[in-house]
């Protein structure tokens, strides 16, 4: 019998809009507490949104307010920034 080859989990950049593998992109999450964060590792409990390891794909989902449609909240700039910051230092 053949073996079935591994179904592998895709995802939509909210950025670029792509459908990627999973493992490609970043997870972007709120918590319960309303708290929002990059999640690199991909565990952390709460909802998850996820884009490209690219600032531009941030600052595309950022312009079209994609993340706070996703999440029903408002996003304040500095949080924006602070992630772009971390995604930038991630690529290096």
């Known amino acids: ?3 079935k080859p591994k179904k592998i989990p895709m995802r ?8 990627k593998p999973k493992k490609e992109l970043v997870r972007v999450v709120r918590s319960k ?5 990059l999640d690199l590792t991909g565990k952390k409990a709460g909802r998850g949104a996820y884009i490209c390891a690219d600032a531009e794909c941030l ?6 307010r994609r993340l706070e449609k996703s999440f029903a909240c408002r996003i ?3 949080l924006y ?6 995604l930038s230092g991630d690529e290096q």
């Open 12 to 19: 939509m950049c909210l950025g670029c809009g792509e459908m």
């Open 1 to 3: 019998m053949p073996v």
């Open 59 to 64: 600052k595309k989902a950022r312009k079209a």
């Open 81 to 86: 920034d602070s992630m772009e910051k971390e």
């Open 76 to 78: 304040d700039d500095e």
């Open 33 to 37: 507490e309303g708290e929002i964060s």
